[in-house]
């Protein structure tokens, strides 16, 4: 029995809240009795296509409207869904049509869900011999009743941000689900009557997918989606539907915010309602705090409740959440040495003028434990900087590569995060890396976060659009190159201005200089399904 489906058909038949997509043109209202409706429909056409217990779908779908029945109705079959990497006008579809082939053989794909606006990709998946079930015969399928799966079946194959060339998929189980949902709920004290979610993430991500698609349709709260490409095109529509529907819960990663920060700042007095924001996440990349301190700032005039803004951790490898402040809590900062926590690996408060402000990410929800160990894998103490593990119920049991599953905890059932870190003696998580992308320098550990955010400060580079690159790992003199993103790219003298300031920068800040730095036009920094930067294929571009 699955706690999470079971909830899922409850909340259908009982739940006034409902899912509303098509905004800011064509708003639609869907209550979570007309999504399973549409669900059950979908089912029946998966099941006249021989979709059953244990088999794997891939979905390529853009528009929520279609992704949340389809996955409802995959479940409903007892089968698991994958997201598929979606093409962008600037995709090469060849390629991407032969890593998405990749992908599907990997997780034995028995058919691919096909809706808008991804159409013109059928012809590319059926001369590779893949089985596509249009979303429109989906929707004019036979009515049926869900078959009941297991705790243990996988839901979701969350393909994680690395290359789709080599890909991996993180296998979440029905129970992995249910422990990550509550675990949410119970941390921001979630209101399913009164709580509405704003979001424009990408479903093929799972901060999106997850957090604010399958848990308001698994409990029953109202979430508002639009497309990424949306946001893009007008960041301050998210502002916009915060204020029209009094939006309480919302969620994105750093650069968004950013952006959101820089848009309000320029907008006039009245103009957005954010007034009934409470929980404002921030996850998915590193967190800047000097963001969050701009983004209250610029939200104040607009009743933005700085207290609202809670910086997070989260990862797929534990379904979504790992941890999350407390409500009310805000951006809280650690001041330590820098000095001892690049030397010595232990992050010492300290109030001097050079105390570097690390930004707290809340405790770890309920369910989870954590711990940092050394590289020889001994617990250490608070504070001291180690890897991050974790062990609970939404952990993930297994990858699936395309060599086969791979285990992801030990035997005590503690998961290598990859991700350098401490907690605090209160109990708060802090992220200062990836443990492959900490460059090692005259004995100091740096760490990239440092470098890109004191790139990121001259006039200039484009906001989120800097990244620190390691060279020579693990040679006795490693080095890093530098590599931010510009509007003004055609203009010579400011290119060199630019190159120059952003060396000055670093040695001021951090006390390193880059051997090289590489000014580039925008979109020219490859960026992860979630929009965080890919250091390791940057270093192509120096």
């Known amino acids: 029995m699955s706690k999470f489906t079971d909830e899922m058909y409850a909340t259908a038949a009982t739940s006034s809240q409902a899912l509303i997509t098509g905004e800011p043109d064509a708003p639609l209202r869907q209550s979570w009795r007309d999504v399973h409706a549409i669900a059950r429909r979908m089912a029946g056409a998966l099941a006249d296509a021989d979709i059953g217990h244990g088999d794997a779908i891939g979905v390529l779908a853009g528009m929520p409207a279609d992704i949340a029945p389809a996955c409802q109705a995959t479940w409903m079959r007892g089968a698991s869904v994958t997201m598929l990497h979606q093409p962008t006008p600037r995709t090469d579809l060849e390629v991407w049509a032969q890593d998405t082939e990749t992908v599907i053989r990997?997780?034995?794909?028995?058919?691919?869900?096909v809706a808008a606006p991804f159409e013109a990709a059928?012809?590319?998946?059926?001369?590779?011999?893949?089985?596509?079930?249009?979303?429109?015969?989906?929707?004019a399928g036979r009515e049926i009743d869900p078959i009941d799966p297991a705790e243990t079946d996988i839901a979701l194959q969350q393909l994680t941000s690395g290359s789709t060339g080599s890909p991996k998929a993180v296998q979440l189980t029905h129970g992995n689900f249910y422990a990550n949902a509550y675990a949410m709920i119970d941390r921001v004290k979630f209101n399913t009557e009164r709580d509405v979610m704003i979001s424009w993430l990408p479903l093929f991500h799972d901060m999106g997918m997850i957090g604010f698609l399958t848990v308001p349709m698994q409990v029953g709260a109202t979430t508002v989606h639009i497309t990424p490409l949306d946001f893009l095109k007008t960041p301050l529509l998210w502002a916009e539907l915060m204020g029209k529907y009094r939006g309480t819960v919302t969620a994105a990663p750093n650069f968004a915010y950013s952006l959101l920060a820089r848009r309000l700042a320029q907008s006039g007095?009245?103009?957005y309602d954010l007034s009934s924001m409470r929980c404002m996440l921030n996850g998915a990349e590193p967190v800047d705090p000097d963001t969050m301190v701009a983004l209250a700032e610029a939200g104040a005039r607009f009743g933005l409740d700085p207290l609202a803004l809670a910086p997070t951790y989260g990862m797929a490898e534990v379904t979504l959440a790992v941890s999350v402040p407390e409500p009310g809590q805000g951006l809280v900062l650690d001041h330590v040495d820098p000095d001892l926590l690049e030397a010595a690996s232990l992050a010492v408060r300290s109030d001097r003028a050079n105390a570097r402000p690390m930004a707290t990410l809340g405790p770890l929800v309920p369910g989870l434990e954590g711990r940092v160990v050394a590289r020889d894998g001994l617990e250490l103490p608070?504070?001291?900087?180690?890897?991050?593990?974790?062990?609970?119920?939404?952990?993930?049991?297994?990858?699936?590569?395309?060599?086969g599953p791979v285990a992801t905890q030990d035997e005590d059932g503690w998961i290598n995060t990859g991700d350098i870190g401490y907690f605090t003696e209160d109990g708060l998580v802090v992220v200062c890396g990836r443990v492959k992308d900490v460059i090692i320098m005259g004995g100091r550990n740096i760490y990239p976060t440092d470098i890109e955010r004191a790139a990121g400060s001259v006039e200039g580079v484009r906001a989120g659009n800097a990244v620190a690159i390691r060279l020579d790992a693990n040679d006795k003199r490693e080095s890093f190159a530098v590599a931010v993103e510009t509007n003004a790219i055609d203009d010579p003298e400011e290119v060199k201005r630019i190159e120059r300031d952003v060396a000055h920068a670093i040695v001021a800040e951090v006390g390193v200089r880059p051997r090289t730095v590489a000014v580039l036009g925008p979109g020219s920094l490859p960026k992860t399904s979630s929009g965080k930067l890919r250091r390791s294929s940057s270093i192509g571009l120096l």
């Open 122 to 139: 059928v012809p590319l998946l059926t001369e590779r011999g893949i089985k596509v079930i249009p979303i429109e015969t989906m929707r």
């Open 106 to 113: 990997m997780i034995s794909a028995a058919a691919v869900i």
């Open 269 to 271: 007095p009245g103009e």
């Open 382 to 403: 608070r504070r001291a900087v180690g890897v991050i593990e974790l062990r609970g119920k939404s952990v993930t049991p297994r990858y699936l590569t395309v060599d």
